[in-house]
C-alpha cells in the first residue's frame, strides 16, 4: 500500500466497481440486474459472488421466507417493538433488534452447520459420539432441536427438508445433511422418550450445509430473514403508538430480592 494507491488500497474489494455513470455489482452491471434478478438471488450474489439458480436458488429463498418472524415474545422482535416506543427511528429499532441476535437467540443455525460438518466428516458410526463431544463441551442442548412452543413439530422444519429432498432428486444439493438431520431427530427422540422437533434453525441449517456456506454466513443469512420481521413489528408498532412500553403492562412488577 504505497505510492498512488496508498488512499485507494485502504479499502479492497471485490463488490463494487464504480465511477460517475456506472455501477458494477461483482462484474454485472446493476442496469443489468435490475428487473432480471431476484432480491434472493441478488444477496447470493453479493456475499457469497457467484450466481445461484434452479433448485438451489429456490432453497435459498424458501430458507429466507422461512424464518422471518416468530411473534413478539421473540426477544428480537420485542425489543424492536419496545424501541419504537422509545422516540427513536425505524432504522435505529430494526437495529435494537438485530443486536438481539446472538449466541442463544439467533446463533444455533451457526452451530448447527458446525455440527453438521462435524457428523459428516466422521461418518456413519460418528454420530453418537460427535453428539456426546458437543454436549460435553457446550451443554445439553443440541443446536437446532427442540423447541418451547411447537411440539411435536415445528411446522417449518418438514417443509424445508422436504425441498431439500426434492433439489437432491435432481442433483443440485446431495441432501447428505437432511439425513444427517433427520437422524440427530431421531436419536434425540429415542434418548428422551419423547419427539424432540428440528426447529427452524436446524432446518434452514441444513439448507445453508447443502448449499456449501461456511457456519458464520448461516447466522448472517437468518439475521437477514428475521430482519424483516424486525422491521414489519418495528413498522406496525409504530403505527399502532404507545409511549415507553416495557415488556409487561404496568400492573405488573418485578420480584425483589434485596434486604
Known amino acids: ?71 413478539p415474545q421473540a426477544p428480537s422482535i420485542a425489543a424492536a417493538r419496545m424501541a419504537s416506543t422509545c422516540g427513536i427511528g425505524l432504522q435505529s429499532a430494526m437495529a435494537t433488534g438485530l443486536n438481539m441476535l446472538g449466541d442463544v437467540h439467533g446463533g444455533a443455525g451457526e452451530q448447527a452447520v458446525t455440527l453438521y460438518r462435524q457428523i459428516e466428516q466422521a461418518g456413519p458410526d460418528g454420530l453418537v459420539p460427535c453428539l ?9 442442548f443440541v443446536p437446532g432441536f427442540g423447541h418451547r412452543f411447537h411440539k411435536p413439530v415445528d411446522p417449518r422444519a418438514p417443509r424445508l427438508l422436504g425441498l431439500v429432498d426434492e433439489a437432491a432428486k435432481t442433483g443440485a444439493v446431495s441432501g447428505a445433511y437432511a439425513t444427517i438431520g433427520r437422524t440427530i431427530e431421531a436419536r434425540l427422540a429415542e434418548e428422551r422418550g419423547k419427539p424432540v422437533p428440528m426447529n427452524i434453525d436446524g432446518a434452514t441449517a441444513v439448507i445453508f450445509a447443502e448449499l456449501g456456506c461456511p457456519p458464520p454466513l448461516a447466522r448472517g443469512f437468518f439475521g437477514l430473514s428475521r430482519s424483516v420481521g424486525i422491521l414489519a413489528h418495528a413498522w406496525e408498532q409504530t403505527e399502532q403508538g404507545g409511549r415507553n412500553k416495557g415488556p409487561t403492562p404496568p400492573s405488573y412488577r418485578w420480584t425483589y430480592e434485596g434486604n
Open 1 to 71: 500500500m504505497t505510492g498512488a494507491n496508498d488512499v485507494a488500497d485502504w479499502w479492497r474489494t471485490r463488490i463494487i466497481d464504480m465511477e460517475p455513470g456506472r455501477i458494477h455489482l461483482r462484474g454485472h452491471p446493476v442496469q443489468d440486474l435490475i428487473g432480471n434478478t431476484g432480491f434472493a438471488r441478488m444477496i447470493w450474489l453479493m456475499v457469497v459472488g457467484e450466481d445461484i439458480s434452479g433448485p438451489r436458488a429456490d432453497l435459498f429463498e424458501a430458507a429466507l421466507v422461512s424464518a422471518v418472524d416468530h411473534g
Open 132 to 140: 456426546d463431544a458437543w454436549r460435553e463441551k457446550h451443554g445439553r
